[in-house]
């Protein structure tokens, strides 16, 4: 396939989308991928969304190792390879168990995950099955462990990636050059 919105040339970029692309270059992403190439068409547009992912993914309440497991079965849901690709290695990083990583991009439920992880999981696993939405038992039970800022940044960091993940399948971005779809597709 087809990269439908591919990285944007330099010399071929407005003033607009040249001040978006310094903006997040200048801060902790320090590069623009994926997404951001695709979003850069409309950089007042990017410049507001990576505002609010730049909180959701830097300065979460849940954690790196849970806010990462929110991120890998978001793009799960949404077969989203380049996200999978780039979330995978920075949520072992984060202490995430690699079988739990590789249960999730076979479409399985990972065995041996911690309380948290399996609270999270179940969760986001639940809100894509149920038409965005949880049981009243699992919300009590995020609600219990997490707060409520917890579960509205639980559901905000997946709502964010969901938009990336559409984003990116829309513009069919490209995986880095040699990298390998980690996503198998889904059983059955």
Not at 21 to 45: K, Q, Y
Not at 93 to 109: N, W
Request: aromatic content about 8%.
């Amino acid at each position: 396939m087809t990269d439908r919105l591919p990285p944007i040339p330099a010399d071929k970029m407005t003033e607009a989308q040249k001040k978006s692309v310094a903006d997040i270059v200048s801060g902790p992403r320090g590069r623009v991928v994926g997404p951001f190439n695709v979003m850069l068409r409309s950089p007042e547009f990017m410049d507001r969304a990576q505002k609010l992912g730049e909180y959701l993914r830097f300065r979460c309440v849940l954690g790196e190792k849970l806010k990462e497991l929110v991120i890998l079965v978001t793009a799960r849901n949404w077969s989203q390879q380049f996200e999978f690709t780039a979330h995978g290695p920075i949520a072992i990083k984060a202490g995430l168990d690699p079988k739990i990583v590789e249960a999730i991009a076979d479409g399985r439920r990972p065995d041996r995950m911690d309380d948290d992880e399996t609270l999270v999981h179940d969760f986001c696993t639940e809100m894509f099955r149920r038409g965005m939405s949880v049981s009243d038992s699992t919300y009590e039970r995020a609600l219990a462990r997490f707060g409520e800022q917890g579960v509205v940044e639980m559901v905000g960091v997946s709502g964010y990636y969901t938009m990336l993940a559409m984003l990116m399948n829309v513009a069919r971005t490209a995986l880095p050059e040699g990298a390998t779809p980690p996503l198998t597709p889904y059983p059955g």
